[in-house]
């Protein structure tokens, strides 16, 4: 069964660091490039990072460039989003999504990049307060 599930999500203060892993199941995930999204509360989703089947590009949006790096370890089956520096505006429910494309140095930065629900996870909730 086709299946990514995120985890890591928390309360952390402004400043704060987190680690989200995305872990996927029942596919390999060598062969697609991997998104992070969020959307907050009344918020429509947006991307925050993607990086490439092969690894060599990974794409940021720019509020979260030099605080997220978003990496993958292929073994494991999973991608990891390293957030440091949080502040408020980085709170939301945070998802990641996989797709296939034969240009293994390329990734998406829009959720239509990955097609249907089915190619999500349920997502992980961050919360940056004080």
């Known amino acids: 069964q086709y299946q990514l599930v995120e985890s890591g999500g928390g309360l952390v203060q402004p400043g704060g660091s987190l680690r989200l892993s995305c872990r996927a199941s029942g596919f390999p995930i060598d062969d697609y490039f991997i998104g992070w999204f969020r959307q907050g509360p009344g918020d429509a989703r947006e991307a925050v990072a993607c990086?490439?089947?092969?690894?060599?590009?990974?794409s940021y949006e720019d509020s979260v460039k030099g605080r997220f790096t978003i990496s993958r370890d292929n073994a494991k089956n999973t991608v990891y989003l390293q957030m440091n520096n949080l502040k408020p505006d980085d709170s939301g429910v945070y998802y990641c999504a996989a797709s296939y494309w034969t240009n293994r140095a390329a990734c998406g930065m829009t959720s239509g990049s990955y097609g249907s629900a089915g190619n999500w996870g349920k997502g992980t909730l961050v919360t940056v307060s004080s």
């Open positions: 990086i490439s089947s092969d690894g060599t590009r990974r």
